[in-house]
């Protein structure tokens, strides 16, 4: 199961970057907290411990990804993604329009909560939202129906543009927020 939570985060973060910057036949490097890789194994492995486990990852996700080197140093974990495995993401997954539609709306200046808000309306009827006020953030969005998008999606107005930033719900839970 925490392999699939993994590859399944994995893919959305190539998603969201190729969203972001367009698609290129390249290597990338995505990074977790050691914290977060626990949360997908349901696990409270050491720095060491999760690095055994992620040595060899399972044929499900190579087989699509690529050859993935795994490292860290201290708590930090680097993933680096060969480029077969961005062009799989790429031809063989539908792409996030969710995810598209929000960068580009995002991107735009001027934009709105409220122009954020409708954004989230068009994909559900059901979402969930609360004011933050921790410095960080302004505003919290998430899906209440929507099993394949359970990320926290946190928003903060900069007075000149809207900044996001998407979480696990684990994740979030940690912020203590």
Do not use: W
């Not at 799989?88 to 995810?99: C, G, K, L, Q």
């Amino acid at each position: 199961m925490g392999y699939d939570k993994l590859e399944r985060n994995l893919i959305d973060i190539i998603k969201e970057e190729q969203a972001k910057l367009g698609f290129f036949r390249e290597d990338i490097h995505l990074y977790y907290p050691l914290s977060s890789l626990n949360h997908f194994f349901s696990a409270k492995d050491s720095a060491d411990a999760m690095q055994e486990r992620l040595n060899t990852l399972p044929a499900s996700i190579t087989e699509k990804l690529g050859k993935i080197e795994v490292s860290h140093k201290g708590d930090r974990f680097c993933f680096h993604i060969p480029k077969e495995g961005t062009v799989y993401v790429h031809d063989n997954t539908a792409p996030n329009e969710f995810i598209k539609s929000l960068v580009e709306l995002v991107a735009k200046h001027g934009c709105t909560m409220n122009e954020i808000l409708d954004l989230f309306h068009t994909y559900s009827q059901s979402i969930i939202t609360e004011e933050m006020n921790n410095g960080e953030f302004d505003h919290l969005i998430r899906f209440a129906d929507k099993p394949e998008d359970t990320y926290y999606y946190c928003f903060k107005d900069e007075g000149c543009h809207i900044i996001y930033h998407r979480f696990l719900p684990e994740d979030y839970a940690d912020f203590n927020f």
